[in-house]
């Protein structure tokens, strides 16, 4: 980045969001962010009232901004219509502000489940949601995180409180990647300038680890993480995978993390990152280890009063 750069980030108050505001700040970005509650005054950082239906106030957020990281989005919704507000129609006035204030570049944030659209209507909307950024004009990378852990993390907490009592239900036989959040708020701002090696480019980004990890190997890396004794890996069916979603919404409603949504594609056998599909090694690596990161993150939600 240009020293004096400004850059909009949409999805700054999230878990991700907390994260390239971090990263950010250690490297003197300025930044302006869209929030739709108070935020406390922070060096570096201008906050916009508003959030993706607001059309005044994602002109306001872009204004002067020489980049924009779309990170905002929607992961659980009660019906495909809160998919498609969320991950399309935001999107597509994210692009439009963007042309209409001159900020040519854009630094899309998607999800590995646009891949397999049919999956999930997540999946699918996310998909959507690329197809317009293509589509769009701008200078723009579309980044496709797998399973993101680290600190602040509420939607793998339950996993990590499951493994301190001993056990963890996985989804059937599997492999899947992950990515420490850190690692992933590093690269959307090493991609904020343009070059030939990502400008109109997906990129599938992971922790490094070699055809990614097995369900049961990630829960065992889980367990080793929150306790000395190790854990027991229980691999569900499918259809008890459904089971568990339909009373997760019976006992958490709105709040239920395991949604049938979410139950359809989880049990898909190969949630790994593309061969080749990575960002290029010249750019950036992941700088933290899987097992390590875990430990960190258990560490942090034990501090934070949320893992006891």
Known sequence: MTEGA??????????VGQAVLLAAGRQEIEVRALTRRKQRLRGGVEWIDGDLGDKAALKR????????????????????????????????RVIEAAHEMGV????????LSAREPQLSVYGASKLRGEKLVRASGLDWTVVRPPAVFGPRDTEMLDLFRLARRGFVPLPPPGRLSVIH??????LLLTLLPSSEE????IFEPDDGEPGGWTHVRLAHAIGAAVR??????????????HFAARADRLFRGKKAKLTSDRASYICHPDWTVGEGAQPPASLWRPRIDTREGLKATAAWYREAGWLK
């Open 6 to 15: 400004l850059v909009a980030v949409t999805g700054a108050t999230g878990f």
């Open 61 to 92: 957020l872009m204004e002067g901004a020489s980049a924009v990281i779309h990170i905002a989005g929607v992961v659980n919704a009660p019906d495909p219509a809160g998919f498609e507000e969320g991950n399309v129609q935001g999107t597509l």
């Open 104 to 111: 040519g570049r854009m630094i899309h944030v998607s999800s």
């Open 181 to 186: 959040v850190a690692d992933l708020a590093q």
């Open 198 to 201: 990502t400008t109109h480019q």
């Open 228 to 241: 000395e004794k190790p854990i027991r890996p229980l691999s569900l069916s499918p259809r008890l995978v």
